[in-house]
């Protein structure tokens, strides 16, 4: 079996700048992503908003700061893994070395380091409680966020009224032929400037309070019925697509099982080294616990510079820290 350096576990935008440095800095890598995109919550959840504090960007899309850390990387040419999750980690000794196997559903992978890159975990979302709903599940019901041209001149349905169903509401809006935004509240807890836009608008309805009862159809979803809670009467509106925007689970799942020290949903590391409490697996980015942390994606690059040079050491002790890239002899242009 072959073994590489480090597998990374999850490709979101600090699992994918591990695999650059990584390969920039002479490791095998492999990454494995659960979902079937890369980019993490940049591609998952928030495509088409604005980063405005990555370094080097005034402001950039979350999907194509994703798709810039992916051209990043394959420059390198780490393996990229997709649609397969970890379940779990396990310690295997060959000669005297301790290496990991890192095992999906369908494949194991061999590695000397793991870097845990998991964020906040699998992306579970809160279901919509509509009857029907389960039905059409990706198949004109949605809680990831489809390719956007998908909505072209749709009628699309969005629920919710936080940060998630706004963001939404703004990137579908322009696609849609009409899009309603329905939220059980009259009161929306997004950001405002978000709620402002949306009324601002013209393809937008605003709908509240107003509750999602039933989605219908034959093969595809054809309507909706709605409760409009102020006069408690049932309505139907024909829809062509409904999107969930109730938000996400944190859930770390199967990382839970890997022997790491879990608090809530993060893993605890010494942020001197990146390390976890077992040898020879790192962690960084969103999940990596310590005092004065905080979630950014800038943070988790920085992390990630501490975990390679300490992987590199780990892998070979002759070799301390990280040389400048600008050093570094035969790298690809
Ligand atoms: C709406 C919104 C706006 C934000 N705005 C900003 C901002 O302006 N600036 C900023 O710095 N940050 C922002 N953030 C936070 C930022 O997105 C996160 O800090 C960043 O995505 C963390 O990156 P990560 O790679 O650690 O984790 P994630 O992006 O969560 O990626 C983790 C990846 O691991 C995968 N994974 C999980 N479990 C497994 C498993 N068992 N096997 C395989 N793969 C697995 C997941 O599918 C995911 O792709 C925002 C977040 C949200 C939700």
Redesign the pocket.
């Known amino acids: 079996m072959e073994v590489k350096d480090v597998v990374i ?7 994918l700048f591990g695999a650059t440095m990584a390969s920039l800095h002479g490791l095998s890598a492999t990454v ?4 079937p995109e890369l ?4 591609y ?3 495509p088409e ?1 604005p ?4 370094a080097g960007f005034h402001g950039i899309t ?1 999907k194509d700061l994703a798709l810039r850390l992916i051209d990043q990387a394959q420059h390198f040419s780490p393996t990229f893994v997709v649609g ?4 779990s980690i396990r310690p295997v000794e060959i000669e005297d070395e301790l290496l990991y196997d890192v095992v ?1 559903a369908t494949a194991t992978h061999r590695s000397r380091a793991v870097l845990v ?7 579970i979302p809160r279901k919509l409680p509509a009857e029907g709903a389960d039905h059409f599940e990706g198949n004109g019901v949605y809680y990831l966020m489809p390719p956007l041209d998908h909505f072209h001149d749709r009628k699309v349905l969005v629920v919710g009224g936080g ?2 169903a706004l ?1 939404w509401t703004l990137a579908i809006a322009p696609k849609a032929r009409r899009l309603t935004l329905i939220h059980r509240r009259v009161q929306f807890r997004g950001q405002e400037a978000s709620i402002q836009q949306i009324e601002e608008t013209p393809n937008i309805d605003v709908k509240a309070p107003y509750a999602l009862l039933r989605v219908e159809g034959e093969s595809q979803v054809e309507r909706v019925v709605v409760k409009n809670i102020g006069s408690g009467e049932e309505e139907v509106w024909p829809m062509d697509d409904v999107v969930g925007g109730l938000g996400f689970l944190p859930s770390l ?3 839970k099982t890997w022997g790491l020290h879990i608090e809530g949903n993060t893993i605890i590391v010494d942020p001197h080294s990146m390390a976890t409490t077992l040898p020879g697996i790192y962690a ?4 990596a616990q310590y005092p004065g942390k905080v ?4 943070t ?1 690059f920085g992390e990630i510079g501490i975990a390679i040079a300490q992987i590199r050491t780990y892998i070979d002790p002759s070799k301390h820290g990280l040389p400048h890239s600008t050093n570094l002899k035969g790298v690809p242009l």
């Open positions: 576990i999850g490709a979101g935008p600090v699992g494995i992503e659960s979902l980019g993490g919550q940049l998952a959840l928030y908003k980063i405005y504090d990555v979350g397969q999750a970890v379940e999906t890159t998991v964020g906040i975990g699998a992306f940060d998630t963001d799942g199967p990382a960084c980015g969103d999940v979630k950014l994606i800038a988790g």
